[in-house]
Every structure is written in structure tokens, then in C-alpha cells.
Nanobody, 116 residues
Framework: QVQLVESGGGLVQPGGSLRLSCAASGFTFSMYAMSWYRQAPGKERELVAR????????NYADSVKGRFTISRDNAKNPVYLQMNSLKPEETAVYYC?????????WGQGTQVSVSS
């Protein structure tokens, strides 16, 4: 059974940093690309970052390039999202995602609130 469990969210001031983690289990982690999405209130879920199974290719949404870093540890099965210089408009629930045989799996999400 595929399970994705996010953690690391919280309240941070504008300009601050957070590191999100996603613990993955129930599938061969090293075989699949992993992604982070976010959904702000009243908005559609959007892709934030994606990393291929080996970490050789990484893609970011234009809005986060240069501030966010996605990484993974294929030995321990987590995927991380380091977020720096956070902005109030990035307040959202952040989700971990994996696509396995055309089926999308999601974690429960972790709330990130950016406010002074």
C-alpha cells in the first residue's frame, strides 16, 4: 500500500525558510519520480517541483526557481523541499505526489502559512 506522509509545515514570517519532508513507503522509491504540489485557498493545485528517480533531472515552477530546492535520499526514502525567502502568497497546503502506473498517489498534506 502506497503511503506518503508529509511533515515540516508551520507558520513562518515572510522571508523565512521551511524544510518539508515526505516519507514514502509501499513502493520501490528509487524507481519513481517524486513531486511536490501546493494548493492555496480557492485555487487549483499546482506543481511546485519534481525530481526524477535518480535525481538527475529536476524541474521547478517559475515562481519558486532560485528559492526552493527539491531533493531525495534513495537510501532512506524521503523527499525534501527546502523553501527559502517565503512569500505570503505561498501560504498553502503542500502535498507530496508519486505517479505509479498512471495512478497518482497523494499524502495528506502539510500546511504552510507565511504571515507576519
Amino acid at each position: 500500500q502506497v503511503q506518503l506522509v508529509e511533515s515540516g509545515g508551520g507558520l513562518v514570517q515572510p522571508g523565512g525558510s521551511l524544510r518539508l519532508s515526505c516519507a514514502a513507503s509501499g513502493f520501490t522509491f528509487s524507481m519513481y519520480a517524486m513531486s511536490w504540489y501546493r494548493q492555496a485557498p480557492g485555487k487549483e493545485r499546482e506543481l511546485v517541483a519534481r525530481i526524477t528517480n535518480t535525481g538527475g533531472t529536476i524541474n521547478y515552477a517559475d515562481s519558486v526557481k532560485g528559492r526552493f530546492t527539491i531533493s531525495r535520499d534513495n537510501a532512506k526514502n524521503p523527499v525534501y523541499l527546502q523553501m527559502n525567502s517565503l512569500k505570503p502568497e505561498e501560504t498553502a497546503v503542500y502535498y507530496c505526489n508519486v505517479l505509479i502506473r498512471s495512478v497518482a498517489y497523494w499524502g495528506q498534506g502539510t500546511q504552510v502559512s507565511v504571515s507576519s
